[in-house]
Nanobody, 124 residues
């Protein structure tokens, strides 16, 4: 069974950068799409970015396009989310997710494996 473990969250100031990492282990061959979501208190889980693990094709939400970059290290089975020019509105718990879908999907229910989440807090 695939297991995802996120790391890299923390408390930063507006304008700072953070890089989140998600390590996948255990039967990852069936996981074709890796994505990052976030959820702030009282809000729905929000899609941020996704990558096709084989082709490295990627897609971003408009809210983070140009500020966040998704990448992977296939040798380490790790997907990253580089977050630049962070804003207080980016404060949330950030989740890594995996899907067996053939193409990039955008809704939480289309992902069948989730990490435990890592907290990002951006102060003004």
């Amino acid at each position: 069974q695939v297991r995802l473990v996120e790391s890299g969250g923390g408390v930063v100031q507006a304008g700072d950068s953070l890089r989140l990492a998600c390590v996948a282990s255990g039967g990852t061959d069936s996981t074709k799409i890796m994505a990052w979501f976030r959820q702030a208190p009282g809000k729905e889980r929000e899609f941020l970015a996704a990558m096709n693990w084989k082709t490295t094709g990627s897609s971003y939400a408009d809210s983070v396009k140009g500020r966040f970059v998704i990448s992977r290290d296939s040798a380490q089975n790790t997907v990253f989310l580089q977050m630049n020019r962070l804003e207080p509105e980016d404060t949330a718990t950030y989740y890594c997710a995996g899907s067996a879908a053939t193409w990039i999907v955008y809704r939480p229910h289309e992902y069948d494996v989730w990490g435990q989440g890592t907290q990002v807090t951006v102060s003004s």
